[in-house]
């Protein structure tokens, strides 16, 4: 491959000639570890304080989760813990193991007591921090991390390993920092996204509680609710099948065929798996059409499953894990779809059997509860004032994810010297 004029081939790839290229303890120059502690072997045991412990759970890729398996310790576990160096706000953290390279800074001026597979790294006077972690978020850091790691199902690495891995600089600090901060402030959008998603999603949540039980009212309606059951608002309910796998061939057509893990709270116009006419013949399943309603009703003691449910978005068969169902004229499809969102869960957890694998049968479904408004008029307004919300969410998600890409080619570009800023 030619190398553009300015540029040159080295261990990490094309980059500026005048980037320097050396092993990561000798750009870092020192970090901390804290491997052989536990309280135990201090004397001592966790509880009794107020000192947040960060394990590799904690330490998320960009951030820091203190919600994740939080211990905390005390004053006198802390000095016996962290008698190496203590953490300062912009120090910067690496897991060495299960989970395998995620990096985080720390972010105010708290004490934390840090687990044997983070690494505390306070870098050189002329390294930039912020730079130091975008740079080991990046591909290339993060590919070596990948290649040097040991373990067939906890992937770790060693320090002698860790301390010989190459990383690229830009020769100033000056160049560091400007591309620090243009890849903060893409971090800046993100998260100010992800925020307005989650707001957007706790304000539906809202929603939903006060327009699916009547405790608010749209304009213009008005009248009692009631609490029906679904066998009396359903004409057919159906459940699907998985075609034969020792014939390869019922797998090779045309015709798309709907597993419950792919409903996802969204509209199915594809799927991954197509069957042929053959298969669904032999199989006896059933087309069914655009808009029909469908809930997962096995596996649902796992809480990824139980309450899922989703919109046949193109002419599909099923397996035996998705339910159809087939409402009357007095419900809706749309707004069972959000009723059912809104109260899934705990409808399964309330109603569906099954010692190991919990399940809904047909007629469970038929008992099911679901709170009506007076009109069906009035169930049309609620569930197009919810989809109006949802395809305000999916418009923010798909700008977040849009950033998110976005960020990801600046890091490549500017992180390899591709792009210089100055």
Known sequence: MEVKPGYEQTEIGVIPEDWKVMPFIQAVGS?????????????????????????AN???????????????????????WMIQGECEAGDVLLTMEAPLGNVAQIPDSKRYILSQRVLLIKPRNWLHRDFLTHYMKGFVFQKQLSLNSTGSTAKGIQRRTLDNISIGLPPTKAEQETIAEALG????????????????????QGAMQELLTGSRRLPGFSGEWEVKRWGNLILSCSSGATPYRGRPDFYKGGIKWITSGELNYKVIVDTLEHISTEAMAKTNLRIHPTGTFLMAITGLEAEGTRGACGFVGSPATTNQSCMAIYPSSDLLPEYLYHYYVYRGDALALEYCQGTKQQSYTARLIRILPIDLPPTVAEQAA????????????DELNTRLAKARQLKQGMMQELLTGKIRLV
């Open 185 to 204: 402030d893409a971090d800046a959008l993100i998260e100010s996204l992800e925020r307005l998603v989650a707001k957007k999603r706790q304000l539906k």
């Open 382 to 393: 609620i569930a197009g004032a919810l989809s109006d919300m949802d395809a305000e969410i």
């Open 31 to 55: 970090y901390i570890d804290y491997r052989g502690r536990t309280p135990r072997k201090l004397g001592l045991s966790w509880g009794g304080g107020d000192i947040l412990a960060l394990s």
């Open 58 to 80: 904690n330490v998320q890729m960009g951030r820091i989760d203190p919600d994740k398996e939080a211990y905390f310790g005390s004053e006198e576990l802390y000095r016996k």
